[in-house]
T-cell receptor, first 113, second 115 residues
Framework: DAKTTQPTSMDCAEGRAANLPCNHSTISGNEYVYWYRQIHSQGPQYIIHGLKNNETNEMASLIITEDRKSSTLILPHATLRDTAVYYCIVRVLSDSGNTPLVFGKGTRLSVIA | NAGVMQNPRHLVRRRGQEARLRCSPMKGHSHVYWYRQLPEEGLKFMVYLQKENIIDESGMPKERFSAEFPKEGPSILRIQQVVRGDSAAYFC?????????????FGQGTRLTVV
């Protein structure tokens, strides 16, 4: 079962920032926070991941609270092509093995013109 | 660098036939994951393989389903004696190595329809 909780759906106006929250209150010290998205019926697309520091790349920013119990994915300027289901996943990475990605129901983000 | 390649993209099988789904990981990736997505549902983990080894098959149905990742060639997900309930999109993902902050990259999936 997924170890994260996300809102079922969200709307965002085109050009505005989309802030997608995720609750992972039972996260353990060796678990990373990953975000993927799935546009329509395509394969999931990696967005970003982090352990405890905030991260930014060309797609998004990831803000992780100090206690690591929640995080927010920020798409700074949402476009219509960002309409997708966004998945927040916690995952163990270690030299002895990475756990598979466990997908929950995700958040269906609709970007509106 | 080509992405994860899955073929065929669409596969139609009659009930009772066998389905073979192929996944070629990204160059340099030695770990493959298979997922199934039923219509209007989320992705469910099936199996995690390293070359010539099954690491985790906790999501695989106990019967009719098998997976392999040989030393040479693509990973294969095999479904024997398919039934209508096997109709789904099957995605594979690959990652480069065991451990480390490696993201998994997904293919575009194989859509299996059992008629």
């Amino acid at each position: 079962d997924a170890k994260t909780t996300q809102p079922t759906s969200m709307d965002c106006a085109e050009g505005r920032a989309a802030n997608l929250p995720c609750n992972h209150s039972t996260i353990s010290g060796n678990e990373y926070v990953y975000w993927y998205r799935q546009i329509h019926s395509q394969g999931p697309q990696y967005i970003i991941h982090g352990l405890k520091n905030n991260e930014t790349n060309e797609m998004a920013s990831l803000i992780i609270t100090e206690d690591r119990k929640s995080s927010t994915l920020i798409l700074p300027h949402a476009t219509l092509r960002d309409t997708a289901v966004y998945y927040c996943i916690v995952r163990v990475l270690s030299d002895s093995g990475n756990t598979p990605l466990v997908f929950g129901k995700g958040t269906r983000l609709s970007v509106i013109a | 660098n080509a992405g994860v390649m899955q073929n065929p993209r669409h596969l139609v099988r009659r009930r009772g036939q066998e389905a073979r789904l192929r996944c070629s990981p990204m160059k340099g990736h030695s770990h493959v994951y298979w997922y199934r997505q039923l219509p209007e549902e989320g992705l469910k983990f099936m199996v995690y393989l390293q070359k010539e080894n099954i690491i985790d098959e906790s999501g695989m149905p106990k019967e009719r389903f098998s997976a392999e990742f040989p030393k040479e060639g693509p990973s294969i997900l095999r479904i024997q004696q398919v039934v209508r309930g096997d109709s789904a999109a099957y995605f594979c993902a690959s990652s480069p190595f065991l451990g480390g902050e490696a993201e998994a990259f997904f293919g575009q999936g194989t859509r299996l329809t059992v008629v």
